[in-house]
């Protein structure tokens, strides 16, 4: 079981936009970066968001993050196609001394 | 080409060892932290193990603590996963990792992965 909580599932159609959530405790997310990682089965993640709401270079700016308090969300905006993959967020946790995914967030594009 | 190339998976028996390797270049490596991190089949992705710079310190998830041992040698450029007393739930595809200071202790960089299955 996953220390951070994310909703299995989230679907739109292209061109929509889709929020996906990422719940922690104090002792991770409320205290700590969030990041955020795109994995298309079969290939190696990729960095998408890190420190909360930053992109790294080559990034689109479709992908937004932010946070508040214990929880954090990932923004994909003009859905396309080839957003359909995993998402996970990931952050340090202060008790555990170490870090810990979410439970991941399959993306369809319908 | 920054690049991280990770060897040293198969079949294991329940029980038995295993070490990983990964294999680091295009960039300075004794620079940057290094992890490794896992996806069972059907499953999601889980943090392993990481080590700092130096190798000075360690940080393990609870799943693999007194098993699992991090290391690597800066001079050789790789990074090493010794996975002892195998059980079948560390059947997975073992990513090595980058982990970028300047990019807020992110994993920026990933290996293509190997797979390890523990089976009798």
């Known amino acids: 079981q996953s220390v951070l909580t994310q909703p299995p599932s989230a679907s739109g159609t292209p061109g929509q936009r889709v929020t996906i959530s990422c719940s922690g405790t104090s002792s991770n997310i409320g205290r700590n970066n969030v990041h955020w990682y795109q994995h298309v089965p079969g290939t190696a993640p990729k960095l998408l968001i890190y420190r909360i709401n930053q992109r790294p270079s080559g990034v689109p700016d479709r992908f937004s993050g932010s946070k508040s308090g214990t929880s954090a969300s990932l923004a994909i905006s003009g859905l396309r196609s080839e957003d359909e993959a995993d998402y996970y967020c990931v952050a340090w946790d202060d008790s555990l001394s170490g870090k810990v995914f979410g439970s991941g967030t399959k993306v369809t594009v319908l | 080409e920054v690049q991280l190339v990770e060897s040293g998976g198969g079949l294991v028996k329940p029980g038995g060892s295993l070490r990983l390797s990964c294999a680091a270049s295009?960039?300075?490596?004794?620079?940057?932290?290094m992890n490794w991190v896992r996806q069972a089949p059907g499953k999601g992705l889980e943090w392993v193990s990481s080590i700092t710079t130096s190798g000075g310190y360690t940080y393990s998830a609870e799943s693999v603590k007194g098993r699992f041992t991090i290391s690597r040698d800066n001079a050789k450029t790789s990074l090493y996963l010794q996975m002892n007393s195998l059980r079948a739930e560390d059947t997975a595809v073992y990513y090595c990792v980058r982990e970028s200071t300047s990019l807020a202790d992110s994993f920026d960089i990933w290996g293509q992965g190997t797979m390890v299955t523990v089976s009798s």
């Open positions: 295009g960039f300075t490596f004794s620079s940057y932290s």
